[in-house]
Protein backbone atom coordinates (compact mmCIF):
# COMPACT_ATOMS: atom_id res chain seq x y z
CA UNK A 1 0.00 0.00 0.00
CA UNK A 2 3.27 2.02 0.52
CA UNK A 3 4.42 1.55 -2.09
CA UNK A 4 1.46 2.42 -4.42
CA UNK A 5 1.41 5.67 -3.10
CA UNK A 6 5.45 6.13 -3.39
CA UNK A 7 4.78 5.54 -7.03
CA UNK A 8 2.12 8.75 -7.55
CA UNK A 9 4.32 10.52 -5.64
CA UNK A 10 6.82 10.22 -8.36
CA UNK A 11 4.92 11.22 -10.93
CA UNK A 12 3.21 14.34 -9.83
CA UNK A 13 6.64 15.37 -8.98
CA UNK A 14 7.90 14.57 -12.45
CA UNK A 15 4.96 16.46 -14.24
CA UNK A 16 5.06 19.45 -11.88
CA UNK A 17 8.82 19.32 -12.91
CA UNK A 18 8.20 18.89 -16.85
CA UNK A 19 5.47 22.25 -17.01
CA UNK A 20 8.44 23.93 -14.81
CA UNK A 21 10.65 23.28 -17.69
CA UNK A 22 8.53 23.74 -20.50
CA UNK A 23 8.08 27.87 -18.85
CA UNK A 24 11.45 28.43 -18.34
CA UNK A 25 12.20 27.19 -21.77
CA UNK A 26 9.59 29.39 -23.31
CA UNK A 27 11.12 32.34 -21.48
CA UNK A 28 14.62 32.25 -22.90
CA UNK A 29 13.67 31.62 -25.92
CA UNK A 30 11.13 35.18 -25.75
CA UNK A 31 14.65 36.69 -24.36
CA UNK A 32 16.66 36.04 -27.16
CA UNK A 33 13.94 36.99 -29.95
CA UNK A 34 12.33 39.98 -28.06
CA UNK A 35 8.52 40.18 -27.02
CA UNK A 36 6.16 39.50 -29.72
CA UNK A 37 4.70 42.43 -32.24
CA UNK A 38 2.22 43.66 -31.09
CA UNK A 39 -0.55 43.98 -33.44
CA UNK A 40 -1.35 47.93 -34.87
CA UNK A 41 -4.17 49.35 -36.76
CA UNK A 42 -1.67 49.40 -39.76
CA UNK A 43 -1.91 45.46 -40.17
CA UNK A 44 -0.74 42.45 -38.70
CA UNK A 45 3.43 43.45 -38.43
CA UNK A 46 2.25 46.29 -37.03
CA UNK A 47 3.53 48.09 -39.86
CA UNK A 48 1.14 50.91 -41.87
CA UNK A 49 -0.97 49.78 -44.71
CA UNK A 50 0.96 51.91 -48.34
CA UNK A 51 -1.03 54.62 -49.50
CA UNK A 52 -2.95 53.65 -52.37
CA UNK A 53 -2.21 55.98 -54.95
CA UNK A 54 -5.66 58.05 -56.63
CA UNK A 55 -6.33 60.94 -58.92
CA UNK A 56 -8.65 63.71 -57.28
CA UNK A 57 -10.03 66.78 -57.72
CA UNK A 58 -10.89 69.99 -55.53
CA UNK A 59 -14.18 70.66 -55.98
CA UNK A 60 -15.32 74.36 -57.21
CA UNK A 61 -18.84 76.11 -58.11
CA UNK A 62 -19.17 76.80 -61.83
CA UNK A 63 -21.92 78.25 -64.34
CA UNK A 64 -23.72 74.57 -65.89
CA UNK A 65 -26.11 75.28 -68.54
CA UNK A 66 -28.71 72.47 -68.14
CA UNK A 67 -28.88 70.71 -71.71
CA UNK A 68 -31.23 67.74 -72.07
CA UNK A 69 -30.21 65.99 -74.83
CA UNK A 70 -33.29 63.51 -76.53
CA UNK A 71 -34.24 61.85 -80.15
CA UNK A 72 -37.29 62.88 -81.91
CA UNK A 73 -38.08 62.14 -85.81
CA UNK A 74 -38.99 64.42 -88.43
CA UNK A 75 -42.34 64.74 -90.28
CA UNK A 76 -43.78 66.14 -93.16
CA UNK A 77 -45.94 69.54 -92.29
CA UNK A 78 -48.96 67.96 -94.07
CA UNK A 79 -48.71 64.71 -95.58
CA UNK A 80 -51.42 62.18 -97.72
CA UNK A 81 -51.79 59.32 -99.60
CA UNK A 82 -53.75 60.35 -102.88
CA UNK A 83 -56.98 58.46 -103.69
CA UNK A 84 -59.69 58.18 -106.26
CA UNK A 85 -63.44 58.88 -104.52
CA UNK A 86 -65.17 57.24 -107.28
CA UNK A 87 -64.16 54.74 -109.58
CA UNK A 88 -63.34 54.75 -112.90
CA UNK A 89 -61.14 54.57 -115.53
CA UNK A 90 -57.79 57.18 -115.54
CA UNK A 91 -57.83 59.25 -118.40
CA UNK A 92 -55.47 61.86 -117.62
CA UNK A 93 -52.45 62.29 -115.52
CA UNK A 94 -51.25 65.77 -115.22
CA UNK A 95 -48.55 65.64 -112.85
CA UNK A 96 -44.32 64.65 -113.09
CA UNK A 97 -43.24 62.93 -110.41
CA UNK A 98 -40.81 64.22 -107.84
CA UNK A 99 -42.22 68.02 -108.66
CA UNK A 100 -44.04 70.75 -106.50
CA UNK A 101 -47.88 71.41 -107.30
CA UNK A 102 -49.91 74.36 -105.96
CA UNK A 103 -52.99 73.97 -104.78
CA UNK A 104 -55.77 73.23 -106.19
CA UNK A 105 -53.90 72.06 -109.71
CA UNK A 106 -55.23 68.73 -111.23
CA UNK A 107 -53.50 65.75 -110.67
CA UNK A 108 -55.24 63.04 -112.62
CA UNK A 109 -58.80 63.01 -114.50
CA UNK A 110 -61.47 59.92 -114.40
CA UNK A 111 -63.75 59.06 -117.04
CA UNK A 112 -66.87 61.06 -116.42
CA UNK A 113 -68.89 60.53 -119.90
CA UNK A 114 -71.48 58.30 -117.93
CA UNK A 115 -72.07 61.25 -115.29
CA UNK A 116 -71.94 64.16 -117.47
CA UNK A 117 -75.20 62.43 -118.97
CA UNK A 118 -76.55 61.75 -115.90
CA UNK A 119 -76.49 65.94 -115.25
CA UNK A 120 -77.77 66.44 -119.02
CA UNK A 121 -80.54 64.16 -117.75
CA UNK A 122 -80.71 65.70 -114.36
CA UNK A 123 -80.37 69.28 -115.56
CA UNK A 124 -83.72 68.72 -118.51
CA UNK A 125 -85.97 67.27 -115.84
CA UNK A 126 -84.82 70.59 -113.69
CA UNK A 127 -85.71 72.98 -116.77
CA UNK A 128 -88.84 71.46 -116.87
CA UNK A 129 -89.94 70.94 -113.63
CA UNK A 130 -89.29 74.88 -112.85
CA UNK A 131 -91.46 75.99 -116.02
CA UNK A 132 -94.18 73.91 -114.22
CA UNK A 133 -93.61 76.16 -111.36
CA UNK A 134 -93.81 79.02 -112.93
CA UNK A 135 -96.81 78.36 -114.56
CA UNK A 136 -98.18 76.66 -111.25
CA UNK A 137 -97.48 79.92 -109.53
CA UNK A 138 -99.00 82.11 -112.18
CA UNK A 139 -102.30 79.74 -112.13
CA UNK A 140 -102.84 80.20 -108.04
CA UNK A 141 -101.97 84.06 -108.69
CA UNK A 142 -105.35 84.06 -110.28
CA UNK A 143 -106.74 81.32 -107.93
CA UNK A 144 -107.06 78.80 -110.79
CA UNK A 145 -105.36 76.28 -108.62
CA UNK A 146 -105.04 75.50 -104.95
CA UNK A 147 -101.79 76.46 -102.55
CA UNK A 148 -101.57 72.66 -102.26
CA UNK A 149 -101.14 72.64 -106.23
CA UNK A 150 -98.70 74.72 -106.39
CA UNK A 151 -96.60 73.49 -103.39
CA UNK A 152 -96.22 69.87 -105.34
CA UNK A 153 -94.69 72.02 -108.80
CA UNK A 154 -92.29 73.55 -106.03
CA UNK A 155 -91.53 70.47 -104.44
CA UNK A 156 -90.88 68.45 -107.44
CA UNK A 157 -88.43 71.81 -108.28
CA UNK A 158 -86.24 71.11 -105.64
CA UNK A 159 -86.30 67.91 -105.35
CA UNK A 160 -84.60 67.83 -109.29
CA UNK A 161 -82.59 70.71 -108.31
CA UNK A 162 -81.23 68.44 -105.09
CA UNK A 163 -80.61 65.54 -108.06
CA UNK A 164 -78.95 68.00 -110.16
CA UNK A 165 -76.41 69.42 -107.33
CA UNK A 166 -75.92 65.22 -106.14
CA UNK A 167 -74.72 64.47 -109.35
CA UNK A 168 -72.41 67.42 -110.39
CA UNK A 169 -71.01 66.52 -106.66
CA UNK A 170 -70.19 63.00 -108.55
CA UNK A 171 -68.83 64.66 -111.42
CA UNK A 172 -66.34 66.83 -109.66
CA UNK A 173 -65.20 63.40 -107.91
CA UNK A 174 -63.56 62.69 -111.23
CA UNK A 175 -61.11 65.47 -110.79
CA UNK A 176 -58.77 64.98 -108.68
CA UNK A 177 -56.76 68.04 -107.43
CA UNK A 178 -54.05 68.37 -104.88
CA UNK A 179 -55.36 69.77 -101.46
CA UNK A 180 -52.51 71.59 -100.59
CA UNK A 181 -48.85 72.77 -101.94
CA UNK A 182 -46.44 70.59 -101.75
CA UNK A 183 -44.04 67.88 -103.41
CA UNK A 184 -45.74 64.82 -104.93
CA UNK A 185 -43.80 61.37 -104.93
CA UNK A 186 -43.84 58.72 -106.71
CA UNK A 187 -46.95 57.56 -108.60
CA UNK A 188 -48.37 54.10 -108.53
CA UNK A 189 -50.75 54.41 -111.19
CA UNK A 190 -50.67 54.91 -115.46
CA UNK A 191 -53.55 56.26 -117.91
CA UNK A 192 -56.11 53.43 -118.68
CA UNK A 193 -55.26 52.32 -114.88
CA UNK A 194 -59.11 51.41 -113.18
CA UNK A 195 -59.18 53.64 -110.12
CA UNK A 196 -61.00 52.37 -107.05
CA UNK A 197 -61.13 53.80 -103.42
CA UNK A 198 -58.33 51.94 -102.23
CA UNK A 199 -55.77 52.49 -105.26
CA UNK A 200 -52.57 54.37 -104.43
CA UNK A 201 -52.22 57.15 -106.68
CA UNK A 202 -49.40 58.96 -105.21
CA UNK A 203 -47.75 60.65 -101.79
CA UNK A 204 -48.24 64.16 -101.44
CA UNK A 205 -46.46 66.03 -98.55
CA UNK A 206 -45.28 69.27 -97.65
CA UNK A 207 -42.19 69.96 -96.08
CA UNK A 208 -41.67 73.48 -95.58
CA UNK A 209 -41.34 74.25 -92.73
CA UNK A 210 -41.12 70.63 -91.19
CA UNK A 211 -42.32 68.78 -87.87
CA UNK A 212 -39.78 67.52 -85.41
CA UNK A 213 -41.99 65.45 -82.92
CA UNK A 214 -40.28 64.03 -79.67
CA UNK A 215 -40.60 63.16 -75.97
CA UNK A 216 -39.27 64.01 -72.75
CA UNK A 217 -39.06 62.81 -69.05
CA UNK A 218 -41.89 64.21 -67.05
CA UNK A 219 -39.66 65.71 -64.55
CA UNK A 220 -38.70 68.17 -67.69
CA UNK A 221 -42.07 69.12 -67.90
CA UNK A 222 -42.32 72.59 -66.53
CA UNK A 223 -39.05 73.62 -68.51
CA UNK A 224 -40.49 73.56 -72.23
CA UNK A 225 -43.01 76.77 -73.00
CA UNK A 226 -44.88 77.27 -76.63
CA UNK A 227 -41.77 79.42 -78.56
CA UNK A 228 -38.91 77.07 -76.93
CA UNK A 229 -36.07 76.83 -79.36
CA UNK A 230 -34.31 73.67 -79.81
CA UNK A 231 -30.97 72.58 -82.01
CA UNK A 232 -30.86 69.70 -83.73
CA UNK A 233 -29.18 67.52 -86.21
CA UNK A 234 -29.57 64.47 -87.97
CA UNK A 235 -27.61 61.09 -89.19
CA UNK A 236 -27.60 62.46 -92.98
CA UNK A 237 -26.21 65.78 -91.98
CA UNK A 238 -24.04 67.66 -89.11
CA UNK A 239 -25.40 70.92 -89.91
CA UNK A 240 -27.03 72.14 -86.69
CA UNK A 241 -30.79 73.09 -87.21
CA UNK A 242 -33.12 75.47 -85.40
CA UNK A 243 -36.27 75.01 -84.50
CA UNK A 244 -39.34 75.82 -82.42
CA UNK A 245 -42.03 74.78 -80.01
CA UNK A 246 -45.38 74.96 -80.95
CA UNK A 247 -47.09 72.29 -79.55
CA UNK A 248 -47.36 70.65 -76.30
CA UNK A 249 -49.40 67.64 -75.85
CA UNK A 250 -51.63 68.45 -72.71
CA UNK A 251 -51.06 65.45 -70.45
CA UNK A 252 -48.33 63.02 -69.61
CA UNK A 253 -47.96 59.30 -71.06
CA UNK A 254 -48.41 57.41 -68.30
CA UNK A 255 -46.99 54.46 -69.37
CA UNK A 256 -43.50 56.01 -70.54
CA UNK A 257 -44.03 59.03 -67.83
CA UNK A 258 -42.88 61.05 -70.87
CA UNK A 259 -44.25 64.40 -72.37
CA UNK A 260 -44.92 64.74 -75.83
CA UNK A 261 -43.54 68.02 -77.70
CA UNK A 262 -43.89 69.36 -81.50
CA UNK A 263 -41.92 71.90 -82.88
CA UNK A 264 -41.24 73.60 -86.58
CA UNK A 265 -38.36 74.10 -88.20
CA UNK A 266 -37.76 75.76 -91.77
CA UNK A 267 -37.04 73.60 -94.65
CA UNK A 268 -36.52 75.67 -97.46
CA UNK A 269 -33.82 73.63 -99.11
CA UNK A 270 -35.44 70.32 -98.63
CA UNK A 271 -32.45 68.98 -97.03
CA UNK A 272 -34.54 67.47 -94.07
CA UNK A 273 -36.33 64.59 -94.98
CA UNK A 274 -39.76 63.18 -93.36
CA UNK A 275 -39.05 60.03 -91.35
CA UNK A 276 -35.18 60.89 -90.77
CA UNK A 277 -33.78 60.47 -87.18
CA UNK A 278 -33.68 63.34 -85.30
CA UNK A 279 -30.77 64.24 -82.45
CA UNK A 280 -32.26 67.03 -80.07
CA UNK A 281 -30.75 69.12 -77.75
CA UNK A 282 -33.09 71.68 -75.47
CA UNK A 283 -31.34 74.13 -73.09
CA UNK A 284 -33.62 73.96 -70.32
CA UNK A 285 -32.08 76.51 -67.61
CA UNK A 286 -28.86 77.93 -66.19
CA UNK A 287 -27.53 76.97 -62.86
CA UNK A 288 -24.87 79.67 -61.27
CA UNK A 289 -23.22 77.98 -58.96
CA UNK A 290 -22.92 74.36 -59.97
CA UNK A 291 -21.12 71.85 -58.33
CA UNK A 292 -19.66 68.97 -61.16
CA UNK A 293 -17.83 65.75 -60.83
CA UNK A 294 -16.61 63.49 -63.47
CA UNK A 295 -19.40 60.49 -63.77
CA UNK A 296 -16.85 57.70 -63.01
CA UNK A 297 -16.29 59.05 -59.25
CA UNK A 298 -20.21 58.51 -58.64
CA UNK A 299 -20.28 55.01 -57.28
CA UNK A 300 -23.72 53.34 -57.45
CA UNK A 301 -24.98 52.12 -53.33
CA UNK A 302 -27.91 50.01 -51.99
CA UNK A 303 -29.43 53.13 -50.50
CA UNK A 304 -28.19 55.89 -53.59
CA UNK A 305 -24.92 56.91 -54.28
CA UNK A 306 -21.78 58.04 -52.67
CA UNK A 307 -18.25 59.35 -53.69
CA UNK A 308 -15.45 58.92 -51.84
CA UNK A 309 -13.38 62.23 -50.90
CA UNK A 310 -9.81 62.93 -49.26
CA UNK A 311 -10.14 64.14 -45.89
CA UNK A 312 -6.72 64.12 -43.57
CA UNK A 313 -4.79 61.48 -45.68
CA UNK A 314 -7.95 58.98 -45.34
CA UNK A 315 -10.68 58.21 -47.63
CA UNK A 316 -14.15 58.91 -46.37
CA UNK A 317 -17.36 57.96 -48.01
CA UNK A 318 -20.44 61.02 -48.61
CA UNK A 319 -22.97 59.83 -49.65
CA UNK A 320 -24.71 62.03 -52.38
CA UNK A 321 -27.54 63.41 -54.29
CA UNK A 322 -27.61 64.08 -58.41
CA UNK A 323 -29.13 66.10 -60.84
CA UNK A 324 -28.33 66.52 -64.76
CA UNK A 325 -26.01 64.19 -66.07
CA UNK A 326 -23.80 64.88 -69.10
CA UNK A 327 -21.53 62.60 -71.39
CA UNK A 328 -18.65 63.26 -69.21
CA UNK A 329 -20.25 65.38 -65.50
CA UNK A 330 -22.95 65.18 -63.35
CA UNK A 331 -24.49 67.88 -61.49
CA UNK A 332 -24.18 67.29 -57.38
CA UNK A 333 -27.35 68.67 -56.04
CA UNK A 334 -26.39 67.97 -51.81
CA UNK A 335 -23.31 66.22 -50.29
CA UNK A 336 -20.13 68.09 -51.52
CA UNK A 337 -19.26 71.67 -51.10
CA UNK A 338 -16.16 73.75 -52.86
CA UNK A 339 -13.16 72.85 -51.28
CA UNK A 340 -13.74 69.10 -51.08
CA UNK A 341 -11.47 66.78 -52.17
CA UNK A 342 -13.47 64.31 -54.78
CA UNK A 343 -11.31 61.25 -55.56
CA UNK A 344 -12.09 60.25 -59.26
CA UNK A 345 -10.23 57.11 -59.63
CA UNK A 346 -9.51 53.75 -57.46
CA UNK A 347 -13.09 53.36 -56.43
CA UNK A 348 -12.87 49.74 -56.52
CA UNK A 349 -9.89 49.73 -53.90
CA UNK A 350 -10.92 52.11 -51.71
CA UNK A 351 -12.21 51.69 -48.45
CA UNK A 352 -13.53 54.03 -45.36
CA UNK A 353 -10.84 55.47 -43.79
CA UNK A 354 -7.79 53.99 -46.19
CA UNK A 355 -4.68 55.83 -47.07
CA UNK A 356 -4.28 57.54 -49.65
CA UNK A 357 -2.14 59.75 -51.96
CA UNK A 358 -3.73 62.06 -54.33
CA UNK A 359 -2.53 62.98 -57.02
CA UNK A 360 -4.45 66.69 -58.30
CA UNK A 361 -6.25 66.25 -61.59
CA UNK A 362 -6.51 70.29 -63.14
CA UNK A 363 -10.15 70.78 -64.95
Request: charge should be positive; proline fraction near 3%; avoid cysteine.
Amino acid sequence: MKKRYIIYIVLALGLAYLVYYRINANKKIEGKGGAPASKGKGGKDGKSSPAIAVDGMVVKLSKFDTDLEVTGAIEANESIVLKSEVSGLVTGIFFKEGTTVSKGTVLVKINDRDIQAQLQDALTKQKLSGTNESRAKQLLEKGAISQEEYDTSLADLRSFQSQTNLVRAQLAKTTIRAPFSGRIGLRSISSGTYLTPATVIANLVSTNPVKITFSIPEKYAGQIKIGTEINFTTDGSSKQNIGKVYAIEPGINTATRTLQIRALASNADNALLPGSFAKIKLALSTLQNAILIPNEAVIPVLKGKIVYIQKNGKAQEVPIEAGTRTDENIVITSGLKAGDTVLTTGSMALKKDAPVKVNLVKE
